[in-house]
Structure formats: C-alpha cells, structure tokens
C-alpha cells in the first residue's frame, strides 16, 4: 500500500483525511509526522496559509522521501482586516493557548455590533512530492462571531464562530456535522483528486 505522510500531529486531523480519502476509494497508508520523530518542525516563515502549508509539505516530502500533506489554517475576522489569519495560533502571545487567544480577541471586539462581526475559518491543504511536484487548495467557513463562547466541542476559536446558517456556534455541532462544513473538510475533500493524480 503506497504511503502518505501528514504534516501534523493532531490525531484529529489524521483521522478526517484518512476518513475523506477512504470514502473516496483511495486505500493509502496514511500517518502523521509522529512516525518520523527525527524531523524537526518547519519553521512558518510564509504570509499566508498556502506558504505554510506549502513549507511544511516539501520539508516532510523532502526529508522522507514520500508524498506529504500539510495543513494550515487560522481565523480571519473582517474588522480586523483578516488578522488573527496566519497567527491564529499565538493571538495572544502564546502559541497553542487557545483560551487566551479567544479572549483577547473578544476584548479586542468587545464594542463591535453583531452586524459587522462577520469571520471566516481559512484553510489550505497542500501536497508535495520529494522530486518537488506541488499542487495547494483551500477551504473556507463562513460565519459570524458571538460576543460569548458557547460550547465543549472542537478547539480553538470554535467556541465563538456561528457559521452562516447555523444556530450553533462550531463548538456546539458534534465532530461529523463540523467536518462536513468546516475549512479543512473542504480543503482536504478537495485534495482528493490532487492525491489520486499524483499519490494514489
Ligand atoms: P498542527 O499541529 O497541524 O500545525 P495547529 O492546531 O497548531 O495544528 P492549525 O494550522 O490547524 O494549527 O490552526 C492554527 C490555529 O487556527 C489554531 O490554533 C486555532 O486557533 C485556529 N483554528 C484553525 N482551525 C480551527 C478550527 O477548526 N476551529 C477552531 N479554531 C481553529
């Protein structure tokens, strides 16, 4: 079976591309940067998400030899002219603390009307192969962002995003309803075709 390696080593992420390129018939051994503990993590130099996701491809496809997938995503509030975007992570100073960046940046838009809390979740999915062949797409959730945080599930700013038609912020659906909308869903659903091209 023809081998695929992730850029991440979120179990959770893992889990929804394998699911996605099993549904679409693609029998690859799919595994996470976990199993090549010696490679040092990509430093995230690129201004948007396709740099990043693109950076962490070719480094992994590079130093393993394999085709590899790497993700990166983020928050992109309209007032705020798309920022936290490629910062998401480490809005608050912190990289990871996810609590501390959803509160700041409920301070930030503490005085903001509803109708100009418009947000979008970005995400861009890349593959890279070792002799340097990439190809890169993107997802997008589209919604609006509550003055309070509501909900356990999820990560992140999921807790105060209510996607566009939705009731629920994305930290209230369960895991199968979030894929099926979310940003990286879309990314991944999209690298289907890209995979089988080039890695299936
Ligand atoms: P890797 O280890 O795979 O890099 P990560 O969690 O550090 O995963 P991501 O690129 O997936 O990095 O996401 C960056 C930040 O964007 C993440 O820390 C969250 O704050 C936010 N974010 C991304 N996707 C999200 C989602 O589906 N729900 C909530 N917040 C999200």
Redesign the pocket.
């Known amino acids: 079976m023809k081998r695929l390696i992730l850029a991440?080593?979120?179990a959770g992420?893992i889990t929804e591309l394998h699911a996605i390129l099993a549904d679409a018939g693609l029998d690859l051994d799919l595994v996470g940067a976990d199993a090549y503990p010696d490679i040092p993590d990509v430093k995230e130099t690129g201004v948007t998400f396709a740099e990043n996701a693109l950076l962490k491809a070719h480094a992994l496809a590079r130093a393993t030899g394999l085709p590899a997938v790497a993700?990166?995503?983020?928050?992109c509030v309209d007032v705020l002219g798309g920022a936290p975007g490629i910062f998401?992570?480490r809005w608050s100073g912190t990289h990871?603390d996810?609590e501390a960046?959803l509160n700041l940046l409920l301070a930030q838009l503490g005085d903001i009307a509803d109708e100009h809390r418009g947000a979008y979740?970005a995400c861009a999915a890349a593959l890279a192969l070792p002799d340097g062949t990439e190809r890169v797409v993107e997802g997008r959730l589209n919604g609006v962002l509550r003055h309070t945080p509501s909900g356990t599930n999820?990560?992140?700013?999921?807790p105060i995003l209510q996607p566009e038609g939705e009731t629920r912020t994305?930290a209230e659906l369960t895991p199968a309803e979030k894929n099926a909308i979310?940003h990286?869903g879309q990314a991944f659903r999209a690298l289907v075709p890209v995979v089988r091209e080039l890695a299936g």
């Not at 993700?71 to 928050?75: E, M, Q, R, Y």
């Open positions: 991440t080593r979120n992420k993700d990166d995503s983020g928050l998401s992570a990871g996810d960046n979740f999820g990560f992140g700013y999921d994305c979310s990286r």
